[in-house]
């Protein structure tokens, strides 16, 4: 079952190539370039500029170009450090992702100037994707790069949500929330996006630098209190939160500014298209399919212990010849309180594998779909019934390790001891639509006992 749930993981990544989505949303037809039910007449504008970032950023800057060719006039995309491809009229730099560093500070500047540069006979095409809130790091007046690593690694380290962590870095930016259209006013701007958040909100992808924004400095705020991080942030950064909940800094962009006029958003990929795609593999495989949900979230080892309590339950009601697949979307968060290294689908692969230890007839496989989990250079794990079993013969004592937020180290002993080659190690994908969860189920065997104790 590792090499189908394998195989309807491939599926949901070929639907999440950010290649074809651009292909599927943006079409040129002479001098019209149509995108999102909008056409926009070529020859009524003097430049066209491509700027963005994200994880998928080459490879969607590589369809811009093969579409539009030579009518582009410039422009400059941010991609994750390590992501292969070139680009060949757009300017392409790297950086670093979780955290900012100076090469996506620089690059997020000279976007900022790109945009600044634009007018009323400027079409400015944003390309944005996951990745993009550490990839474009230009900070707000009067904090540093230094600064918003600190912010940023404290948030990720405190189990922080992708629309909290989001909050705080848009009050800390020049580039978000709406600053970037602001910057390019009067210009036309049209926006493509690769969805990587739950429910697919243009304001929290990104940190919406090109989308309206009704976050508040209260809201940031509250965010840092929730986790008591107050006294550990960096005094520039607490000084200009505290500054702005006294309305001494200015607000993101509001959706009345009147930089949203000529604005377009369109969506061009999505956890929701790839869960489709996979499916759909997963049907031709010859399972029957249930969508158990595309938004999860929260802890990691909560979720794992959710989904494991549905196998179990839906193991339990198969039939000899059964075989079901469950699939689940959405991006967890890891609360870091141990000293080991991990991702949030080792995390939740581990916690699941302990749930439904011994139990048969259960395979689960958790991978983020940019090909990366955590500070590892894994995407994620299987593990089945017999993962726990084969570690205590190895020597590892699996609850020591989720103890410790050890969940790498835990499945590279593992596959070290005993050859079992439980990581899933893709590489940077050039893709980024969340993670996702394939959990394969068949009535062919004797049922287990359920979770050991």
Known sequence: ????????????????????????????????????????????????????????????????????????????????????????????????????????????????????????RTLVLCLLSGGASALLAAPAPGLTLDDKQAVTGLLLRSGASIDELNAVRKHLSLLKGGRLARAAHPAAMLTLVLSDVIGDRLDVI?????????????????????????????????????????????????????????????????LSLALDAAAAQAADLGFRVEIVTRELQGEARDAARWLAARALRSRAGLRAGDRLCLLSGGETTVTVRGAGRGGRNQELALAFAMEIASAQGITLLSVGSDGVDGPTDAAGAWVDGGTVRSAREAGLVAADYLANNDSFSFFHELDMRTGLGSHVMTGPTGTNVMDIQVILLSGDVPAGRGAET
Not at 52 to 57: H, L, R
Not at 95 to 113: F, M, Q
Not at 245 to 270: I, N, Y
């Open 206 to 270: 990104a940190s919406g630098p090109t989308a309206p924004d009704a976050s508040t400095f209260a809201d940031a705020a509250a965010v840092i209190a929730k986790y008591g991080l107050w006294p550990q942030l960096p005094a520039r950064a607490a000084a200009h939160l505290r500054r702005g909940l006294q309305g001494l800094e200015e607000e993101t962009v509001r959706k009345e500014d009147p930089c949203f006029a000529g604005a377009t958003h369109v969506l061009v990929g999505s």
């Open 1 to 120: 079952m590792n090499r189908e749930a394998r195989r309807i993981f491939a599926a949901a990544l070929a639907a999440a190539d950010p290649g074809p989505a651009v292909e599927r949303s943006l079409a040129l037809r002479g001098e019209r370039l149509l995108a999102g039910g909008r056409e926009y007449r070529l020859d009524g504008f003097d430049r066209l500029l491509v700027v963005g970032g994200g994880k998928a950023a080459v490879s969607m800057g590589a369809a811009v170009e093969g579409i539009l060719g030579d009518r582009i006039s410039g422009g400059l995309l941010v991609a994750r450090r390590g992501s292969s491809g070139v680009l060949s009229r757009i300017a392409l730099a790297r950086g670093s992702h979780p955290l900012p560093d100076e090469e996506g500070l620089r690059a997020a500047l000279e976007i900022l100037e790109i945009a600044r540069s634009a007018d009323e």
